[in-house]
C-alpha cells in the first residue's frame, strides 16, 4: 500500500509483440496493488490472451522498477460487507465488489491453457506473490524481493499462495516465509528454486520477451500440452499424471505439426508451424 497519499486510477495494460503480449501492472503510485478494479481489467486482459489465437505467450510485470505487485490495495478494497458465501458464490465481478479480495484473481481459474511468464521487477509481496506463484515461469530483477505477510496482519494467503508456494520451494523455507511474513531477496529466491533466473532491473523484460519468443517459435499444439498438463496434473498420483500425459502425447502424435517438426529435423531447416 502506498504512502503518497494518492489515489490511482487503476491501471492494467497491455502491448503485443508478435506472438507475445506484454501484461503490465500499471499502478506505480501503490506500488502496482490491485483493487477490485484492477483485479477485473487483469482478468479480462488474460481471457483475451486466452481467447486470441494469434497470441503464444504473455509476459506479466509490473509498471517502474519498484514493485511487481504488492498485493491488495487496501485502502481501495472495501471491507468485506457481504457475507462471505453471497460474495463467494455471486458472478465474480460483483463478487470481487462485494467481498474485496476473497475473490481476488486465480490464473488457474482462467484455465488460460497458454504459458504466461512473471518477470518479477521490484517487490512481489501477498497477492502479487500468489499471482506470479500462478504463472508457469518466473524470472526476477535483482532488486526483487519476495513474501507473503498476510500473517502479521492477521489473515492468510488464501488465493493459491500457500499451497502454491509449498509446491514450489522447500517446505521448510516456505512454512519460514508464511508463519514470519519476513521477505527473501532474488539470490535467495534463485538458490531456492522460486525463480528460474535473475537479471539486472535493465535487462529484465527484454530477457524475458527472448525466453517467450523461443517458447512462441516450438509447436503451438505441444506447448500448450504442456502447460496445461502442468496446471492440472502436478498434485496427481504419478501413476495419474503419467496416465494423462500418455493420452497428451496420443492427441498430438497425429497432427500436422508433429509430422514437420520431424520433417524440419530431417531437412535440417526450421520447422513452420500452422497450429494443426
Known amino acids: 500500500m502506498s504512502d503518497t497519499g494518492e489515489s490511482p486510477r487503476p491501471g492494467v495494460t497491455t502491448e503485443r509483440d508478435g506472438a507475445i503480449l506484454v501484461v503490465r501492472l500499471d499502478r506505480e503510485e501503490v506500488h502496482n496493488a490491485l483493487d477490485p478494479d484492477s483485479m477485473v481489467l487483469l482478468r479480462h486482459a488474460l481471457e483475451e490472451f486466452r481467447d486470441d489465437s494469434s497470441l503464444a505467450v504473455a509476459v506479466l510485470t509490473g509498471a517502474g522498477r519498484r514493485a511487481f505487485c504488492a498485493g491488495s490495495d487496501l485502502r481501495r478494497t472495501p471491507p468485506e460487507g457481504a457475507p462471505f458465501a453471497a460474495a463467494l458464490l455471486a458472478p465474480w465481478e460483483q463478487g470481487v465488489a462485494d467481498g474485496g479480495y476473497v475473490r481476488a484473481i486465480t490464473l488457474s481459474q482462467i ?6 511468464i512473471a518477470a518479477i521487477n521490484g517487490h512481489a509481496a501477498g497477492g502479487g506473490l500468489e499471482i506470479a506463484l500462478d ?5 526476477a530483477s535483482s532488486n526483487a524481493t519476495f513474501s507473503l505477510p498476510e500473517a502479521r496482519w492477521a489473515s492468510l494467503p488464501a488465493v493459491g499462495g500457500l499451497s502454491r508456494l509449498l509446491r514450489a520451494v522447500p517446505p521448510a523455507v516456505a512454512m519460514k516465509m508464511l508463519l514470519t511474513g519476513d521477505r527473501i531477496d532474488a539470490a535467495e529466491a534463485l538458490r531456492v ?13 527484454e530477457a524475458a520477451l527472448g525466453l517467450a519468443r ?7 499444439l505441444s506447448v500448450r500440452a504442456i502447460s496445461s498438463l502442468a496446471q492440472r496434473s502436478y498434485d496427481l498420483p504419478l501413476s495419474h499424471a503419467i496416465a494423462m500425459e500418455q493420452a497428451m502425447w496420443g ?3 497425429d497432427t500436422a505439426d508433429r509430422a514437420e517438426g520431424r520433417l ?7 520447422p513452420a508451424y500452422g497450429g494443426h
Open 111 to 116: 484455465a488460460v491453457g497458454k504459458p504466461l
Open 135 to 139: 504463472c508457469d515461469l518466473r524470472i
Open 193 to 205: 528454486g522460486l525463480v528460474s533466473d535473475v537479471y539486472e532491473p535493465d535487462d529484465l523484460l
Open 214 to 220: 523461443r517458447i512462441a517459435a516450438n509447436g503451438p
Open 251 to 253: 492427441l498430438l502424435r
Open 264 to 270: 524440419a529435423f530431417t531437412e535440417r531447416r526450421d
